[in-house]
């Protein structure tokens, strides 16, 4: 399937009639009149004035992907599939992982458990690579997975050859490795360095050094004006992201990062504290005024995902999220329970900024996310449009400021939603 894919993206304009296409593709020529048949609307090949079907390069392409998903569901659950990926094209979102190969550096992870999930669910990569240094993490995701396009490496971010490796002929990487606990990361500092900022230059190593053309590392709202040294890594892995486009040259490799903020769940959440402490009617508050971004797993994944469809290579990807009152998520788990205010830890903030204000000059606005471009490039950019508009003067994105709120009530509902709460 690779070899033909690669074959059929050098032919350009050349249009193939329906025998050569029922050639090419391995599949008769009444079953493509059927799947014409079948996928009216949704897709339909040209044809001669004379009435013959032509197909184009881009019409193999989606034969192809009919071919493959048609092997495990119906004609009718593969012309959702592709009216799903039509909507996503026009608003942008769009990327093919079809026949992809994969790699995600803590791919064991809360976000990479989940991103490798819709990947498979919603996709058909060619395969994706799990990478992460936990044996007992990859055996027990391997037995819940069950899934043959799955393989599950051990290494560190810190090894630049094992990096290297793994990255063979891979497409995309998304770099979701990294130590995250801010406690831990004051007490350990050494130890964060060299897996989130030497262990980011070694994933951008790995990619120059296999020409991979689309790799997004994950980064948080605590690499904005870091107080702490978790932040403080996460800025220098950011922008050694960014600027790794200079070293490209000619090959097709684009780094791009995606920032947001908390993420409901995820490893090292507040969530399970409160679920515990309830029990003995309290919960612990570092501070009522505290506020947060919020977002879920799913929202992490899908920005990814439009990011890899919209990088031309150095933007940073911000999700326009809510806010939140730590006061009010207290309240949604723990109704009517004490809260016990214990002061603001190490290296905390009182408000969190996924945006600054320096930043704002750089940064266009969507709809739904905001795009901080480098400030400058010396690296030539792929001519994707991403139809944004400056934001106004002045503008810096923080979560005591925001136009978006979760009030109690809301935080609640949606912690049931996700399975935290009954």
């Excluded at 079953?31 to 197909?55: D, I, M």
């Excluded at 063979?168 to 897996?195: G, L, Q, S």
């Excluded at 900022?197 to 904005?224: C, M």
């Excluded at 109690?408 to 509902?413: I, K, V």
Aim: charged share 25%; hydrophobic share 40%; proline share 4%.
């Amino acid at each position: 399937m690779a070899d033909y894919k690669r074959n059929i993206s050098c032919l350009n304009g050349e249009l193939f009639s329906i025998r050569q296409a029922s050639e090419k593709l391995g599949v008769p020529a009444t079953t493509l009149r059927h799947w014409e048949k079948v996928l009216q609307g949704v897709w339909k090949p040209s044809r001669t004035k004379g009435g013959q079907r032509r197909y184009s390069a881009k019409d193999m392409d989606v034969l192809l992907k009919v071919k493959h998903l048609s092997e495990n569901m119906s004609l009718a659950a593969v012309r959702e599939t592709l009216l799903k990926d039509g909507d996503q094209e026009e608003k942008g979102v769009f990327f093919d992982w079809t026949d992809k190969l994969v790699l995600v550096t803590g791919g064991t992870g809360s976000f990479g458990k989940a991103f490798v999930r819709y990947l498979l669910k919603e996709h058909h990569p060619r395969a994706v690579r799990v990478y992460s240094r936990d044996e007992l993490k990859q055996y027990q995701m391997q037995k819940e997975f069950d899934d043959s396009r799955l393989r599950f490496l051990i290494g560190d971010v810190r090894d630049r050859k094992r990096l290297i490796k793994a990255a063979r002929k891979v497409d995309v990487i998304i770099h979701a490795a990294a130590m995250k606990h801010v406690p831990i990361c004051e007490y350990n500092p050494f130890e964060a360095v060299k897996t989130n900022v030497w262990g980011t230059q070694n994933v951008i190593d790995a990619a120059l050094e296999n020409e991979v053309s689309n790799v997004i590392i994950l980064s948080t709202d605590k690499a904005v004006n870091p107080v702490n040294l978790y932040g403080a890594t996460k800025l220098c892995a950011e922008k050694v992201f960014v600027h790794a486009n200079v070293y490209s040259g000619d090959r097709p490799t684009r780094f791009a990062c995606v920032r947001y903020g908390n993420v409901i769940g995820s490893r090292g959440s507040v969530i399970p504290l409160f679920l515990e402490q309830m029990k003995n009617g309290y919960v612990t508050v570092t501070d009522p005024r505290m506020t947060r971004f919020w977002l879920t797993l799913s929202e992490a994944v899908r920005l990814v995902v439009r990011a890899l469809s919209m990088m031309n290579g150095g933007e940073i990807f911000v999700p326009r999220i809510p806010s939140m009152k730590i006061t009010d998520l207290a309240k949604a788990i723990a109704p009517g329970c004490r809260q016990k205010i214990i002061g603001i830890r190490p290296g905390e903030k009182l408000h969190e900024l996924l945006i600054s204000e320096c930043e704002g000059w750089y940064t266009d606005e969507l709809d739904d996310l905001y795009v901080i471009h480098a400030n400058h490039k010396t690296w030539r950019p792929r001519n994707i449009s991403l139809k944004g508009r400056p934001v106004p003067e002045g503008f810096y994105y923080s979560s005591n400021k925001n136009d978006k709120w979760l009030n109690s009530n809301d935080l609640r509902e949606l912690l049931i939603k996700e399975g935290f709460l009954k």
